[in-house]
C-alpha cells in the first residue's frame, strides 16, 4: 500500500485522476449507499426516460446494507457486499458522472472500461468489518426505497470512513496485481 | 423418555444466533494472530489487524461481526428419547430465530427468490435434523452469509479423477472466487454421498475448529495439501495478495455409487461464525 491520501466528496474527475492502485484513501463527507435491488430501480428509471432520485454526479454509491442500529446508533454493522451484481448497472451510472463505487470483489471488464473511459475509480472497503466501518459513519438517513429494509438508498455522512484502491482510472487492478506479487504457483 | 418443552428450544436458539454473530470463535481469532505475524505482505497483515479489531468492537458493543449476519442454518442432532412438549419443534426453532434476529438487532436477509421481498424476520430457518441415540437435543447454529455461499459448488466427477482430480478442483474454485467470498476463507469439502449429500457434508465441515485434521491419515495430508496450495496462490485477505488465502480446509468423506464421485466445496468467509449448545 503506498500512498495515504485524505478526500472529501463530491469528487471530481481531478481527485479520481490522482489515485493509483493499492492507494489507502481516507473519505470525508456524503456517500450513498445502494445494493441489487436499488441499482435495478435506478437503471429502469433511466430506461423510462425518468429522473433518478439522488444526482449521481461526482459522488460514491457504497455497495452495503447494514444490519439493523441499535438505539443511539446512526447505523448498525456496515461492512460492504460483494460487487459484481451491481455489474450489470454500473457503466450506466459511471457515464452519468458517477466517481466512485465502495465494494469488495472483482468486477467486470465493461465496469473497469467505464471507468478509464469517464474517469472514476472502484475503492475497497474490508468485507466483514462490519463493526469496524460502522465508526466511521456518523449520520444515516433513508433518501430512497424505504420498502427495501437494508437494501433501501441511504445517504451517509461519514468521516475518515477507509478504503483501498482497487480500479484506478488507468485500468489497473489490485486484485491482479497482488495475487501476482504473492503468488508461489 | 425425557421431556423437553418447545420454550427452551426457542430460547436456545434465539441466544445462539446472537452469541455467533457477535463473538468469533477462540480459533478463528488465533489463526487471525497466525497471520498477523506470518503473512509476508505488509497490506494483508493490516487487513488481519482490521478483523481482529473488528471482532473485538464486535464482542464489546455486543454488535454483528458483519452486517450480513447470513440465512439462519442449524444442524439440530435430537435423541430419540426425547419427548419435545409444548408444541411443533419447527415452529420453535422458527421462532428462536425470529427473536434472536428481531432483539439481537441483526440483518433480515431471507427474501423470495424472485420477487426479491423479504420474508421480514429471517425464517424461515434452514434446519438439518438427524435423529441420534440418547435423551439430549445438540442444535449447532451456523448463520451463512451470501457473498461465500455463491462462490461454493457442486460437482459430479468423473471417478477416474480421483483423489488428484478432486484437489485440483479445489484449488481452483479457491482460485476463480479470488477477493469475491471475504478471504481469508475456510473450506468445506464434501466428497461422495450423493448430489444433495456432498452439499451436506460440505457445510457441516465448516463446524470443524481451524486445525482440526480428519482422522484419516491420507486425508488429512490431503487437506494438509491443498490447503498449502490455496496459500500458495497469493490472493490474500481480502485479495490484495499475500500468503493467507484460506485459514483451513475440512474434507469429509463419504462412500458413494459405484459410477459417481460427488464433491462440493462450500466457502465460507473469515467470519466463520458458529455457536452449539446441548439441551
Known amino acids: 500500500m503506498s500512498n495515504k491520501i485524505e478526500l472529501t466528496t463530491p469528487l471530481s474527475t481531478e481527485d479520481v485522476e490522482k489515485l493509483n492502485i493499492g492507494d489507502k484513501v481516507f473519505l470525508n463527507g456524503i456517500i450513498y449507499t445502494g445494493r441489487d435491488a436499488a441499482h435495478k430501480r435506478l437503471i429502469d428509471l433511466l430506461n423510462e426516460g425518468k429522473e433518478l432520485p439522488i444526482d449521481v454526479k461526482g459522488q460514491i454509491i457504497y455497495y452495503m446494507g447494514p444490519s439493523p442500529a441499535k438505539p443511539g446508533n446512526p447505523i448498525g454493522s456496515a461492512g460492504p457486499t460483494t460487487s459484481y451484481r451491481m455489474d450489470a448497472y454500473a457503466p450506466k451510472l459511471i457515464e452519468l458522472g458517477m466517481k466512485g463505487m465502495i465494494g469488495k470483489g472483482n468486477r467486470a471488464l465493461e465496469v473497469i472500461e467505464a471507468m478509464k473511459k469517464y474517469k472514476a475509480v472502484y475503492l475497497g472497503a474490508t468485507g466483514g468489518a462490519g463493526a469496524l466501518i460502522a465508526k466511521s459513519i456518523k449520520k444515516a438517513e433513508i433518501v430512497a426505497y424505504e420498502d427495501l429494509g437494508p437494501?433501501?438508498?441511504?445517504?451517509?455522512?461519514?468521516?475518515?470512513?477507509?478504503?483501498?484502491?482497487?480500479?484506478?482510472?488507468?485500468?489497473?487492478?489490485?486484485?491482479?496485481?497482488g495475487a501476482k506479487k504473492y503468488s508461489k504457483e | 423418555m425425557r421431556?423437553?418443552?418447545?420454550?427452551?428450544?426457542?430460547?436456545?436458539?434465539?441466544?445462539?444466533?446472537?452469541?455467533?454473530?457477535?463473538?468469533?470463535?477462540?480459533?478463528?481469532?488465533?489463526?487471525?494472530?497466525?497471520?498477523?505475524?506470518?503473512?509476508?505482505?505488509?497490506?494483508?497483515r493490516e487487513v488481519m489487524k482490521e478483523l481482529k479489531e473488528n471482532a473485538r468492537i464486535a464482542r464489546e458493543e455486543n454488535s454483528p461481526i458483519?452486517?450480513?449476519?447470513?440465512?439462519a442454518v442449524l444442524f439440530v442432532e435430537l435423541g430419540q428419547d426425547v419427548h419435545i412438549i409444548g408444541g411443533n419443534f419447527k415452529d420453535a426453532i422458527n421462532d428462536g430465530v425470529r427473536q434472536g434476529y428481531m432483539e439481537g438487532y441483526l440483518r433480515k436477509s431471507a427474501c423470495d427468490?424472485?420477487?426479491?421481498?423479504?420474508?421480514?424476520?429471517?425464517?424461515?430457518?434452514?434446519?438439518?435434523?438427524?435423529?441420534?441415540?440418547?435423551?439430549?437435543?445438540?442444535?449447532m447454529a451456523v448463520p451463512k452469509g451470501g457473498g461465500a455461499e455463491n462462490m461454493s459448488r457442486v460437482n459430479m466427477l468423473t471417478p477416474a479423477v480421483g483423489i488428484e482430480g478432486v484437489k485440483d478442483f479445489v484449488v481452483n474454485r479457491v482460485k476463480e472466487s479470488g477477493s469475491n467470498p471475504c478471504p481469508p476463507t475456510v473450506i468445506g469439502v464434501g466428497i461422495g454421498g450423493t448430489f444433495e449429500r456432498s452439499a451436506l457434508l460440505a457445510k457441516k465441515a465448516l463446524l470443524r475448529k481451524i486445525g482440526d485434521r480428519n482422522p484419516?491419515?491420507?486425508?488429512?495430508?490431503?487437506?494438509?495439501?491443498?490447503?498449502?496450495?490455496?496459500?500458495?496462490?497469493?490472493?490474500?485477505?481480502?485479495?490484495?495478495?499475500g500468503n493467507t488465502t484460506s485459514l483451513d480446509i475440512f474434507f469429509e468423506v463419504e462412500p458413494c455409487h459405484i459410477a459417481s464421485l460427488p464433491l462440493a466445496v462450500n466457502i465460507q468467509c473469515h467470519a466463520s461464525r458458529h455457536k452449539e449448545a446441548i439441551i
Do not use: W
Open chain 2, 216 to 241: 484419516d491419515p491420507e486425508i488429512a495430508k490431503a487437506e494438509e495439501e491443498v490447503l498449502d496450495r490455496i496459500n500458495k496462490l497469493g490472493i490474500g485477505p481480502m485479495g490484495y495478495g
Open chain 2, 3 to 44: 421431556e423437553v418443552h418447545t420454550d427452551e428450544i426457542t430460547n436456545v436458539v434465539r441466544d445462539l444466533f446472537m452469541d455467533a454473530n457477535c463473538n468469533l470463535g477462540e480459533d478463528v481469532l488465533a489463526a487471525f494472530d497466525h497471520a498477523i505475524e506470518k503473512d509476508e505482505s505488509p497490506v494483508a
Open chain 1, 151 to 177: 437494501e433501501a438508498i441511504r445517504k451517509l455522512e461519514v468521516e475518515d470512513f477507509p478504503v483501498v484502491v482497487i480500479n484506478d482510472t488507468k485500468g489497473n487492478d489490485l486484485y491482479v496485481e
Open chain 2, 113 to 139: 427468490p424472485f420477487s426479491r421481498k423479504n420474508t421480514g424476520d429471517n425464517t424461515p430457518a434452514i434446519i438439518h435434523l438427524e435423529i441420534v441415540p440418547g435423551d439430549k437435543i445438540k442444535i
Open chain 2, 66 to 71: 458483519c452486517q450480513d449476519t447470513g440465512l
